[in-house]
């Protein structure tokens, strides 16, 4: 049932409080067919978790959710098990289940927010894992043409942080199939902060189980929880660098922390960037860079999205006249 005028403030995890012209729910893939086919030309929004997003106004077409639930086993052997997930299930509800039923590849991806349905569109990643994998593939279905279509990994073009979904805005994701592990032999427990935390709990051989834990300890001692604050995670991309640039900016700043991708590229945390700024924690009317996880913009209460976008400018304009480095928005600004 289409409704008309509704808030958006409980699809969005910034909780800005924009109001959609129309607003549909979808429970199946039959439903959005149907629905697709009913609304023709008009200007939609396709919605998962609403956690990757920063509304700025009210939007002036229809907002269609995507909500379709289930999660079913595909096929599985001694070593692999293959799981499909519909588009509206919770990503960490999804984590939490294959936890339960011992299936390892995701566990560092524990209490990202958002849906399964999200997580292709920018290769979710986190502590040394990203989608790309464990994913297997995804059933994809093009409103242009109404066609639905597997694509595998290939047809992904999976990068840091994006894929085709974030190119083409055609293509809606019905269900993620995912090859998992039974048993614990694909643990990555690398990342510095897990394996420091692994050490303080005296955890020497770890299953998937204490790893998830882990994660979730980091994860809610740095990151802001967005049932409680608004927020959509990573503001900006890590950005990729030359190594003369890490040069020219250790000339002037001691000790910047970079990840060597290959020869001549270099990734950077843009938290550090931001903090070297001096705006880490910076509150403004309502609204902020978090404190100890500058990557990351908050609303503390009832902030306009457009006022957490004009506060992305001018972070990324303070970054570019110190560092000469282009931050990139890795939030969808609607
Ligand atoms: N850092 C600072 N100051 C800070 C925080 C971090 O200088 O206040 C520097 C430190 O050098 C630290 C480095 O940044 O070692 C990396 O920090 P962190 O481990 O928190 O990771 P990140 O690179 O800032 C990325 C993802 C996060 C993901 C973490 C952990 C992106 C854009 N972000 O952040 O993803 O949780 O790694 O794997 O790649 C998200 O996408 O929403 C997200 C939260």
């Given at each position: 049932?289409?409704?008309?005028?509704?808030?958006?403030?409980?699809?969005?995890?910034f909780n800005i409080d924009v109001k959609a012209k129309e607003f549909v729910e979808i429970n199946s893939k039959e439903e959005?067919?149907?629905?697709?086919?009913?609304?023709?030309?008009?200007?939609?929004?396709?919605?998962?978790?609403?956690?990757?997003?920063l509304f700025t106004k009210d939007f002036d077409g229809i907002v269609i959710h995507l909500n379709m639930k289930g999660i079913k086993y595909e096929n599985s052997n001694s070593e692999n098990t293959i799981v499909k997930a519909n588009a509206g299930e919770n990503w960490n509800k999804f984590v939490e289940f294959c936890l339960e039923n011992n299936l390892g590849g995701i566990e560092n991806l524990s209490l990202i927010p958002g849906n399964v349905g999200?997580?292709?569109?920018?290769?979710?990643?986190?502590?040394?894992?990203?989608?790309k994998d464990v994913f297997l593939s995804c059933e994809v279905f093009n409103k242009d043409d109404l066609s639905t279509k597997e694509y595998n990994i290939k047809d992904c073009k999976f990068?840091?942080?994006?894929?085709?979904?974030?190119?083409?805005?055609?293509?809606?994701?019905?269900?993620?199939t995912l090859k998992l592990k039974n048993k614990n032999h694909n643990i990555n427990s690398s990342y510095g902060g897990i394996k420091e935390e692994l050490i303080k709990l005296n955890i020497k051989t770890p299953n998937i189980k204490?790893?998830?834990n882990v994660v979730?300890?980091?994860?809610?001692?740095?990151l802001p929880d967005p049932e409680e604050i608004g927020n959509a995670g990573s503001f900006f991309k890590n950005p990729v660098v030359?190594?003369?640039?890490?040069?020219?900016?250790?000339?002037?700043f001691n000790n910047i922390p970079f990840y060597k991708i290959d020869e001549e590229n270099y990734k950077i945390p843009a938290a550090w960037l931001i903090e070297q700024a001096g705006?880490?924690?910076?509150?403004?009317?309502?609204?902020?860079?978090?404190?100890?996880?500058?990557?990351?913009?908050?609303n503390y209460g009832d902030a306009k999205g457009h006022d957490i976008y004009k506060l992305s400018l001018t972070i990324k304009e303070i970054i570019f006249k110190i560092f000469k480095i282009e931050l990139e928005t890795e939030v969808n600004i609607i």
């Amino acid at each position: 049932m289409i409704k008309q005028n509704v808030s958006l403030k409980k699809y969005n995890s910034f909780n800005i409080d924009v109001k959609a012209k129309e607003f549909v729910e979808i429970n199946s893939k039959e439903e959005l067919i149907h629905i697709v086919n009913v609304i023709k030309n008009k200007k939609a929004l396709f919605l998962g978790g609403g956690s990757n997003i920063l509304f700025t106004k009210d939007f002036d077409g229809i907002v269609i959710h995507l909500n379709m639930k289930g999660i079913k086993y595909e096929n599985s052997n001694s070593e692999n098990t293959i799981v499909k997930a519909n588009a509206g299930e919770n990503w960490n509800k999804f984590v939490e289940f294959c936890l339960e039923n011992n299936l390892g590849g995701i566990e560092n991806l524990s209490l990202i927010p958002g849906n399964v349905g999200s997580a292709p569109v920018q290769n979710i990643g986190a502590y040394g894992v990203e989608l790309k994998d464990v994913f297997l593939s995804c059933e994809v279905f093009n409103k242009d043409d109404l066609s639905t279509k597997e694509y595998n990994i290939k047809d992904c073009k999976f990068g840091y942080r994006s894929s085709i979904f974030k190119e083409n805005k055609s293509l809606i994701i019905l269900s993620v199939t995912l090859k998992l592990k039974n048993k614990n032999h694909n643990i990555n427990s690398s990342y510095g902060g897990i394996k420091e935390e692994l050490i303080k709990l005296n955890i020497k051989t770890p299953n998937i189980k204490d790893i998830s834990n882990v994660v979730c300890n980091i994860r809610k001692r740095k990151l802001p929880d967005p049932e409680e604050i608004g927020n959509a995670g990573s503001f900006f991309k890590n950005p990729v660098v030359k190594k003369e640039k890490i040069d020219w900016i250790n000339e002037k700043f001691n000790n910047i922390p970079f990840y060597k991708i290959d020869e001549e590229n270099y990734k950077i945390p843009a938290a550090w960037l931001i903090e070297q700024a001096g705006l880490k924690g910076k509150e403004f009317n309502g609204f902020g860079i978090h404190k100890s996880q500058p990557l990351v913009l908050i609303n503390y209460g009832d902030a306009k999205g457009h006022d957490i976008y004009k506060l992305s400018l001018t972070i990324k304009e303070i970054i570019f006249k110190i560092f000469k480095i282009e931050l990139e928005t890795e939030v969808n600004i609607i």
